[in-house]
């Protein structure tokens, strides 16, 4: 049996590694299948190059479209030339660093991929542990470089989204699922965005005297009410991204067609 | 005797709350070598319970609040009992040691202006209770322990060592007061880990151990509130006054058992809570003392009216002076009217709206939600009188608290005559940081003017202490400590408890006197280390002790006042006021006398309106040329 | 109502001990800690248990409840069955003395190595003047009681004994948190934070919030937001440039290293 940890020389003598009796297990589990599933889903979307554009809708996997092998309709439609592989990759790292660092998915991913702990009062299987203190996990501390990435890249989701209320010819005036789908999806990662532990200290967090900034402090007050749901907005963004993008798979892979509500 | 462990401080500390802090830190400021001797883990003590807040005069909220309104509003308090040069100083500094926790990194409440905010509360004529929500005495704590720390840093700084200008012994317990010559000498004391014993060679001793709730079965206090601090300086040769005076809160949690005890704020009744009995009846009308009939109403319609229009009708009932509401609760269940848990019901769940009461009363919603499992917005809570604080304690001199042992000192609830016969809210939290200065100051004073001539320690003292503290593995086949003390808390609770006759006092002398008896015969099963049953044997004595002090100080006064109700003599008399009465031990018990209370100083008496003084004083006590 | 429940308590010292079985009379609202002391008047007088106040306020009953941090006077006998066997431990991080008593004095040692309050030099007593929103968010940490069940429950130490040295766990974490955001102080924290106490131990699991009594945001409001105001000034070369230029400079001194002793 190991000698360290729970077991360590005085400490209370006890061989179990934890004595809780309820289904602690469960949520680490289902975490773990959940963002196993997601991992799987997206490395098939973004290493796929297909089936990521039906007018009026793009997959947020890929937009911006930044290269030129982008297909033709999709905005900005790339200036990089030398890309051969997926257009996603270029920018689907960007939310990919964002959820690696975000304190919310750390708690989720320490627990249920590294057990460290599994869950709380049960033991981890590692002999030795050093946090967040070396490389490469101590970049989590430029957590805010994500952010500021993150926040561009919901300006062109919101964009992408207000452009779903174009007909698929071009004209203002569309209401299809896919444009509930998008809006919400923009919705659901400014809730997820805004709410970051890093927006938080950027609003007014930093600051000592909230009394003398009343502006950013109104700001810190907002995100800190939306921080309370960050891991909340954590899963609904991740669901609506999948949501998202599988529709405009469904759609541009001819599998099904837009249910259209209006039309002009 | 050779592996007994020994330390030489200048001052000892005895008890780790508001007070034993305070005087540890001003004792180390004074560059003495402190101790500080807790039963408990540091920062634990009984001052983390305090909820509402210190009171001190620094006019934040009103600026017409001063010093000397305090001393006016606590004189009245104490129905005029008081040591009135206690409650002129405590008046008077109360607002430095307020501001001085600033300074150690306390952060109380705010006003608009950025001042520490202030509250209303009973007695207190201006909001005057600096606080923090309804955890102030948490606050209190935790600041002065910090305060410790950084003087801690500092030492470091200076000598290498953390301890070597103030060091803790956390649970240990002090079982007798070593004297020499009549001088404090030092301490004796248990480690509660290990049951090692301890030698504290000090020539001052500051006593801080607070109070004696746990000789009542119903209590608010927590199991250190054995009356250690009270037994330990009778038993040296000290003094105590006024034991009689005991504060029974008059709404205790009565149900669950696991809370009995535990208090409901008087804010529920302030904010329109109604107390019914079992026959659903609102009672409080039926016990309207003649003296309140004036200022109180008489319908349940003006009464409730009062709480919109406070100008045009009066208070009702249930708002009548704590004591008045303990005594009718009491005769509501004697009377077979109770709760099935020997209570009575306090509903605030039919008068205000339930996200109102959530609101108002944020911590009494939780408290029972939590502890009782009871949602106080839905149905009512059972409660009944608990024994909250005592006003009576050690004898001390009012500037410097030493006692009438030189070289003892002590400071907050174990000390005596600053409260009268009845303590305010929030009087009691600046009554420690006050008094606890003081005696730390007095203590390292003492202990210059004492230079090199300090006080021995004898082998035989230590010897005779070790045997007494290890008398109760020694008894075979003795009585197990838990029902003694559970035993003793009914007899009082019974017998000396929020109302007391002659007789029933007299059966309570006759059965402590058994309890001495079945005390000594305690016995303990298992060894030295961590042994609760032997650390309440121990206590036991100083329980006993201190409720026969309580019990022959009441059976001596015969009169009622404040925390003493005595149903053959139900008035208050100025003669009886003119008397503190003593206690002393004699033999293996306690002994009492009168002794008379010193006059008030003129500046002090001509702050009170002489009608005001009539109703207190004797004729001959009034101020010259003003005899109505 | 009352009604025979089955104990395991942990019995034993330092050197060696085990699980014991009671039965033990539990009656309506009751918490664990009536039955420990049930378990003492009647059964088991030298069975070693802290505890004070009875009212959850002053931290002193923390054990393990079914394996769970608990203080035992909040814990209520009717959030379990009645055929439901209930084990008490001490707490597993702390070195135990006996019984569910354990040796916390490395809470205490940690405590001392915080740098302590210190305000501006010149200001008097009573001059102080703080806004109540400025003073908020320090306010929520000192709610704490210190019954240490954030730090036994805090993996890195719990299941690393050798952390112990380096790292100061949440409760003085957040301490330093606390200060650093204390209106009137004039120390900065942000190096001995991650140099004596080790914050960059923390992986923000939650299970100091998860266990706290006093339900303090332990992790988002005072471990999150250090670890952000600690990347201000060493991880985010950007706004350490551009705070060099800021109107608004911080003033504060850096806290001296701690005194290894």
Not at chain 2, 494 to 501: A, K
Not at chain 3, 132 to 151: A, H, L, P, W, Y
Not at chain 3, 182 to 199: E, F
Not at chain 3, 202 to 227: G, Q
């Amino acid at each position: 049996m190991a000698t360290t940890g729970i077991h360590s020389p005085g400490r209370a003598k006890i061989d179990a590694d934890t004595l809780r009796t309820d289904r602690w297990w469960l949520q680490p589990l289902g975490v773990f299948l959940a963002l196993t599933a997601f991992v799987v889903y997206s490395a098939w979307r973004v290493f796929s190059g297909k089936y990521y554009y039906s007018a009026p809708y793009i997959s947020l996997f890929y937009s911006p479209c930044l290269s030129t092998t982008c297909v033709e309709g999709t905005e900005p439609g790339g200036p990089i030339s030398w890309w051969m592989l997926s257009p996603s990759l270029l920018i689907a790292w960007i939310p990919l660093t964002f959820r690696f660092s975000c304190y919310y998915y750390r708690k989720a991913y320490f627990r249920s991929f590294w057990l460290s702990p599994p869950a709380c009062a049960v033991a981890e299987p590692h002999s030795a542990y050093s946090g967040e203190r070396k490389l490469p996990l101590i970049l989590n501390n430029l957590h805010r470089y994500a952010l500021y990435l993150a926040l561009i890249l919901n300006v062109v989701l919101t964009l992408d989204a207000v452009l779903a209320f174009k007909t698929p010819g071009g004209k203002w005036g569309y209401l299809g699922l896919g444009t509930l789908i998008l809006t919400a999806n923009a919705v659901a990662l400014w809730l997820y965005t805004l709410s970051c532990h890093s927006c938080r200290n950027i609003t007014a967090g930093r600051i000592t005297h909230f009394s003398k900034h009343p502006l950013r402090y109104k700001a810190w007050t907002f995100v800190s009410k939306i921080n309370e749901h960050h891991m909340l907005y954590a899963w609904i963004s991740l669901c609506t991204v999948v949501l998202a993008d599988f529709y405009v798979y469904l759609l541009a892979s001819g599998r099904i067609s837009d249910l259209v509500f209006f039309s002009a | 005797m050779t592996d007994l462990e020994r330390h030489s401080f200048d001052v000892v500390v005895i008890g780790a709350g508001g007070a034993g802090l305070r005087a540890a830190i001003e004792a180390r400021l004074q560059g003495k070598t402190v101790a500080i001797v807790c039963k408990s883990l540091f920062g634990k003590a009984h001052t983390v319970m305090a909820e509402g807040g210190i009171a001190a005069a620094m006019g934040n909220v009103n600026s017409k609040d001063n010093w000397q309104v305090h001393f006016r509003d606590t004189m009245r308090g104490g129905k005029f009992l008081n040591s009135w040069r206690m409650a002129e100083l405590h008046a008077k500094e109360a607002p430095q040691r307020v501001w001085e926790l600033e300074t150690y990194g306390a952060l109380f409440d705010r006003t608009p202006d950025g001042k520490i905010s202030q509250r209303n509360f009973g007695g207190h004529e201006y909001p005057r209770l600096a606080h923090v929500g309804d955890r102030s005495g948490l606050e209190l704590i935790r600041t002065l322990q910090q305060k410790i720390v950084s003087l801690q840093q500092e030492d470091f700084r200076e000598t290498g060592d953390y301890q070597s200008k103030i060091k803790i012994f956390a649970e240990v317990t002090v079982t007798r007061l070593l004297v020499n010559d009549g001088r404090i000498a030092g301490a004796y004391a248990y480690y509660r880990e290990t049951g090692d014993f301890v030698v504290f060679e000090a020539p001052a001793v500051v006593l801080a151990t607070g109070g004696i709730g746990k000789t009542f079965k119903v209590t608010s206090a927590s199991w250190e509130y054995t009356g250690d601090g009270h037994a330990l300086a009778m038993r040296a040769g000290a003094t105590t006054l006024n034991m009689e005076f005991i504060q029974f809160h008059p709404t205790g949690m009565v149900w669950p058992l696991s809370v009995k005890g535990i208090l409901v704020t008087e804010s529920v009744r302030g904010d329109g809570g109604i107390l019914t009995n079992s026959e659903g009846k609102r009672f409080m009308f039926d016990y309207i003392p003649d003296v309140f009939k004036a200022q109180y109403a008489t319908t349940p319609e003006e009464g409730d009216r009062w709480y919109t229009d406070p100008e045009h009708n009066r208070r009702p009932p249930e708002l009548l002076p704590r004591d008045e509401v303990a005594r009718a609760i009491n005769s509501e269940v004697k009377a077979g009217r109770g709760t099935p848990h020997g209570g009575v019901y306090l509903d605030v769940s039919t008068r205000l709206p339930a996200d109102v009461i959530k609101k108002k009363l944020p911590s009494m919603w939780h408290q029972f939600k939590e502890l009782a499992d009871v949602d106080i917005t839905k149905e009512p809570m059972e409660v009944g009188p608990t024994c909250h604080y005592v006003m009576g304690g050690v004898e001390v001199d009012p500037d410097d608290e030493q006692t009438k042992l030189p070289g003892l000192f002590a400071a907050g609830e174990v000390s005596g005559g600053m409260h009268g016969s009845n303590r305010l809210g929030g009087n009691s939290l600046s009554d420690l940081l006050v008094f606890g200065r003081r005696a730390g100051l007095g203590a390292a004073i003492y202990v210059d003017e004492l230079g090199g001539a300090r006080p021995t320690v004898t082998d035989e003292m230590v010897a005779d202490a070790e045997t007494e503290a290890l008398a109760a593995f020694h008894v075979e086949g003795g009585e197990n400590p838990y029902t003694i003390h559970a035993d003793l808390q009914q007899t009082m609770n019974d017998l000396v408890g929020i109302i007391r006759t002659e007789s029933e006092m007299q059966e309570a002398l006759d059965r402590l006197e058994g309890f001495k008896e079945r005390v000594r015969r305690a016995s303990v099963q298992g060894g030295r280390a961590f042994n609760p049953g032997w650390h309440l044997a121990l206590d036991l004595k100083n329980m006993l002790l201190v409720s026969e002090a309580i019990a022959r100080s009441a059976l001596e006064r015969q009169e009622s006042r404040g925390g003493h109700t005595r149903d053959d003599y139900p008035v208050m008399s100025p003669d009886w006021r003119q008397l503190n009465i003593v206690s002393r031990t004699e033999g293996d018990g306690v002994a009492i006398y009168r002794q008379p209370l010193s006059p008030m100083r003129e500046d002090l008496l001509e702050l009170f309106d002489v009608n005001e003084l009539n109703k207190y004083l004797t004729e001959a006590e009034l101020p010259k040329g003003e005899h109505s | 109502m009352t009604y025979k429940a089955k104990f395991r308590v942990w019995r034993g010292d330092d050197e060696s001990g085990d699980l014991q079985n009671y039965e033990v009379d539990v009656n309506e609202g009751e918490v664990v800690l009536d039955i420990v002391h049930r378990l003492q008047a009647t059964q088991a007088p030298d069975l070693a248990v802290r505890w004070n106040c009875k009212a959850g306020k002053c931290g002193s009953c923390s054990a393990e409840v079914n394996g769970k941090p608990r203080l035992m006077c909040m814990t209520r006998m009717n959030t379990f069955t009645e055929d439901e066997v209930i084990t008490i431990t001490p707490m597993r991080t702390f070195p135990v003395i006996r019984d569910l008593v354990t040796d916390v004095s490395y809470n205490y040692t940690k405590a001392r190595m915080v740098p302590a309050f210190a305000p501006p030099a010149d200001l008097e007593p009573g001059d102080y003047r703080m806004a109540q929103v400025d003073v908020e968010r320090s306010q929520e940490f000192r709610k704490c009681i210190e019954c240490f069940m954030c730090n036994n429950v805090c993996h890195a130490v719990r299941d690393h004994e050798e952390n112990k040295t380096t790292f100061s766990g949440p409760r003085f974490l957040m301490r330093i948190a606390e200060l650093d955001m204390h209106p009137l102080d004039t120390v900065d924290r942000r190096k001995v934070a991650v140099d004596d106490h080790g914050l960059g131990y923390c992986n923000i699991t939650k299970c100091c919030t998860e266990v706290c009594p006093e339900h303090i945001h332990i992790t988002d409001n005072a471990l999150i937001p250090l670890k952000e105001r600690v990347a201000d000034k060493r991880y985010d070369p950007i706004f350490s440039i551009a705070s060099l230029f800021s109107r608004s400079k911080d003033t504060r001194t850096p806290a001296p290293e701690t005194p290894k002793g």
